[in-house]
């Protein structure tokens, strides 16, 4: 890197800023206050406005839009917001409040955990799939059967299109689960009142495409207003036109579809421009869709072809020639988000049309208290590994400290720009990501500490070890960065979410670490500021003989791996999956007096159940009474409501509803997530075996896999011993294991690389072993800073981040383990002792700094 580059300087810069203005304003401002400072003209009337919602606002503070729609009644607003433009909006006063509860809106997102939401719930029209089969038997008796498999079938599938919908609107951890019979049940986190309204629309289409024929003589028919014949029917389409009247078309076209053209047969659908601009829908047929729609086509030249979308003309155009491709174009007058939406939707449709049932305000699902010792718990953890840095390597840790706050601030400016929902668990993975960024710090000093020991001058120290340290950097990353993405692309829900954030706090650290501390360090070197690096050094040289213990601790690591999963499949069953996995009972409860939401906890979990969902709700529409929701393992609702009722006899729980619920986790987020960590493997293999050999990429995907397993093993074992059970936060762990045992490992082979290449003398396993303690330090160091995090996060964090920390504490010992004694003893055995040819070429990074040595 130059010395004194600007433009470097100038980009680090503008990045920060940038991240800044992404993340303000961090928290939500009062509507009511947005309301009264952004309007001008202000008049009586105004003034009166602002008196009348005052009192509604100290009734329900937690209801401003619809206290200001009750004070504002008939009066219009138009004038006091002349900066809004209304000309095309058939309710002005909605549209100008929607758009002050939009600017008035945080730009840190919270999840249902720690802000609450909106909860829809929807009813399937389940009777198009339900058929009477009806036999006549030889004894002249008729048996009738109702086939209810579709049924299932349809609820399943729903669950998860709706899923993929609502990850189309960002990544927003949403909770959708079946909520018994045809039901299903959606939480949204932090809605605004515009937001609610697209999401239950985006929610209700069932995206049921059709093609029908239009009759030869439609506009006949029409014109002279004659009967419409049997098996047809009328449909129109208005189409809005910039200047004047909207344009009306109508047609007769066959009340059934095409034989083949209906429902679930769109393979791909994306928003694109047309020709002049204009918003529009391509649309590709799967394979048995292409061929009929090419014989439909080919059969019906001269004609016209109606596209209907959920029973509404969209176009009918004429049949020119015939179309064996299989692509089609929906075109009309969209906006922008309309075609996104609509394309989103043609992607994922439903069997059956959706009704919405109701929907309600839902608390978080979190209490304060659990929501401030999290939060407590995650300052502390970053407080932890900043202190460290400081005391051990002095100035130059002030230097890493500086390196974290920008990777903190980029981090959280890329998060809140892209929209990305942050949840508990999140935060506490954004702690995590924090102690993990150390470890390119740590490389890079302690690579700088060994060339002060070689006599180099402090300049050329700080030159060689950044470029040193580049080829492992690059490539632990670059590793890590492999998962991350491919999570993002074949992960759904929060497998998904967890899979961005991981990326974005990669690059982060990555850019950090390079660019910005090594601009410090020119800086006070330009100056003269600083004459040596002082640091401590509590890990001097060590010769141990690790591999003398290969054996017997790569036995031991398997047989522990044995005890626990096998103890998990044939002893513990289903009772190791919480009610994120499993389901469970849902029991609707109304009240006298409002307890705290971790009160209840307690309570539940000193009856068994330990991974319960809590939530208080309230109807939207007419300002109901509130309710309270508690969600537990199946067959524990009577428990839970004699445990309630027992403890606080104030409150007068009464029973309202109780149900079966499904699962939060569906099947297909575990799919996509097995699916995406053996790509992400294949992946780590690949790139392995390009940079280093084969045999090197073997040993870090066997170790990866080891871990992984020894993780659930020692679950398993603890879901004994304490009841702790797989939560959707487990899952978040175990993915943030395979990026930090993979980053250990890969720091590891690289100086065994290093070394092999320098042609240092002696046995292949002296060589590891050297390898081994060279890196000591590094890897004693990076992993205590993060066991630190990790442990004020278990000490301190309570509730789901404890399981998150658990867990991850298991991660934490068993990667740092493997490293030494799975992947490095694999290496060693897969080369029977003998020194490999390391012929793959080695990443470094072009330094301009004129070194004095």
Not at 381 to 405: E, R, T
Request: hydrophobic share 45%; with cysteine.
């Amino acid at each position: 890197m130059s010395r004194n580059n600007p433009w470097i300087i100038l980009f680090v810069v503008l990045l920060v800023c940038w991240s800044f203005f992404e993340m303000y304003p961090p928290t939500s401002r009062s509507l009511v206050r947005e309301f009264e400072t952004r309007a001008v003209n202000r008049d009586t009337n105004f003034a009166a406005i602002v008196q009348r919602v005052q009192p509604l606002q100290s009734a329900r503070p937690d209801r401003e839009f619809a206290n200001l729609q009750e004070a504002i009644g008939t009066n219009s607003i138009v004038p006091y917001f002349p900066f809004f433009n209304t000309t095309n909006q058939a309710h002005p006063n909605m549209f100008i409040l929607n758009q002050l509860q939009r600017e008035a809106s945080g730009k840190i997102k919270l999840g249902l955990d720690l802000r609450g939401g909106t909860s829809f719930l929807v009813e399937m029209d389940t009777n198009q799939l339900v058929y009477v089969e009806t036999v006549t038997n030889t004894d002249g008796t008729v048996t009738t059967t109702t086939n209810m498999a579709h049924v299932e079938g349809a609820l399943s599938q729903a669950v998860e299109v709706l899923r993929k919908r609502v990850d189309a609107f960002g990544v927003a951890e949403p909770i959708i689960q079946a909520a018994g019979g045809n039901r299903i049940l959606i939480q949204l986190p932090g809605l605004s009142e515009a937001d609610k309204a697209e999401a239950q629309t985006n929610i209700q289409k069932s995206a049921y495409l059709e093609f029908r024929m239009v009759k030869e003589d439609s506009d006949e028919i029409i014109r002279n207003n004659e009967p419409i014949p049997p098996g047809y029917e009328k449909l129109r389409r208005i189409e809005q036109q910039p200047n004047g009247p909207p344009n009306v078309e109508e047609v007769i076209v066959k009340k059934k579809p095409e034989r083949g053209l209906s429902g679930d047969i769109v393979d791909n659908a994306m928003a694109v421009r047309g020709n002049l601009g204009e918003p529009q829908i391509e649309f590709r047929l799967n394979r048995e869709g292409a061929k009929r729609f090419g014989e439909v086509t080919r059969n019906n030249i001269g004609q016209r072809l109606a596209i209907i979308l959920d029973g509404e003309l969209y176009s009918a155009p004429v049949i020119q020639s015939a179309i064996e491709t299989g692509s089609g174009q929906i075109t009309g007058h969209f906006t922008t988000e309309q075609a996104l939406q609509l394309a989103n939707v043609l992607q994922n449709p439903l069997r059956a049309p959706l009704r919405p049932v109701y929907s309600s305000d839902v608390d978080p699902t979190l209490g304060a208290d659990s929501i401030r010792s999290g939060i407590r718990a995650s300052v502390m953890g970053v407080i932890l590994v900043s202190g460290f840095m400081l005391c051990y390597y002095l100035l130059a840790g002030i230097v890493a400290n500086i390196a974290l706050v920008t990777n903190i601030i980029i981090l959280l400016g890329v998060m809140c720009s892209i929209g990305t929902t942050l949840t508990l668990p999140g935060i506490a993975g954004v702690v995590l990501t924090v102690g993990m960024a150390v470890d390119a710090n740590v490389l890079i000093y302690e690579r700088i500490r060994e060339e002060l020991a070689k006599g180099k001058s402090l300049r050329g120290a700080i030159a060689a070890g950044y470029a040193r340290a580049f080829s492992t950097i690059f490539d632990s990353h670059v590793t890590t960065l492999i998962s991350s993405i491919i999570l993002i692309f074949m992960g759904s829900g929060e497998v998904k979410g967890f899979g961005v954030t991981l990326t974005i706090g990669v690059a982060a650290s990555l850019f950090t670490a390079l660019v910005v501390t090594r601009l410090i360090f020119n800086f006070l070197l330009d100056r003269d500021w600083i004459k040596t690096l002082r640091m401590f050094h509590l890990i001097r040289a060590t010769k141990l003989d690790f591999m003398s213990l290969a054996k017997p601790a790569f036995i031991l690591s398997w047989t522990i791996i044995l005890i626990g999963m096998g103890y998990g499949i044939f002893d513990r069953g289903t009772k190791l999956f919480g009610v994120d996995f499993a389901g469970g009972d849902s029991t609707t409860l109304s009240f006298a007096q409002k307890l705290d939401v971790e009160q209840i906890r307690d309570v539940l979990a000193a009856t068994g159940e330990k991974d319960s969902q809590i939530q208080y709700q309230k109807d939207v529409v007419g300002g109901g009474a509130e309710t309270l929701r508690v969600t537990t393992s199946s067959g524990s609702a009577a428990k839970v409501v004699t445990a309630l009722g027992e403890k606080f006899p104030q409150a007068q729980f009464k029973l309202i509803g109780q149900q079966q619920v499904g699962a939060t986790v569906g099947k297909e987020i575990l799919q996509s997530a097995i699916i995406a960590c053996l790509l992400s493997l294949f992946g780590i293999l690949v790139y392995v075996a390009f940079r280093y050999e084969f045999s090197f990429a073997v040993g870090a995907v066997i170790a990866v896999i080891h871990d992984v397993f020894m993780t659930i093993g020692c679950y398993c074992i603890a879901n004994g011993v304490s009841g702790r059970e797989f939560n959707a936060t487990v899952v978040a762990a175990i993915l943030t294991i395979i990026g930090f045992s993979t980053n250990d490992t890969i720091v590891i082979f690289d100086r065994i690389r290093e070394d092999l290449k320098m042609g240092v003398r002696g046995s292949f396993r002296e060589i590891i072993n050297q390898a081994l303690n060279q890196t000591l330090s590094r890897t004693l160091i990076t992993s205590g800073t993060v066991f630190l995090a990790t442990t004020a996060l278990y000490l301190f964090g309570g509730g789901v981040i404890n399981d998150f920390a658990f867990t991850f504490l298991i991660g934490i010992l068993t990667g740092t383990y493997s490293s030494i004694y799975i992947a490095s003893a694999l290496v060693l055995w897969w080369h029977k002792g003998e020194r490999p040819a390391i012929g793959g070429s080695q990443v470094t990074m072009q330094n301009t700094t004129t070194a004095r040595v």
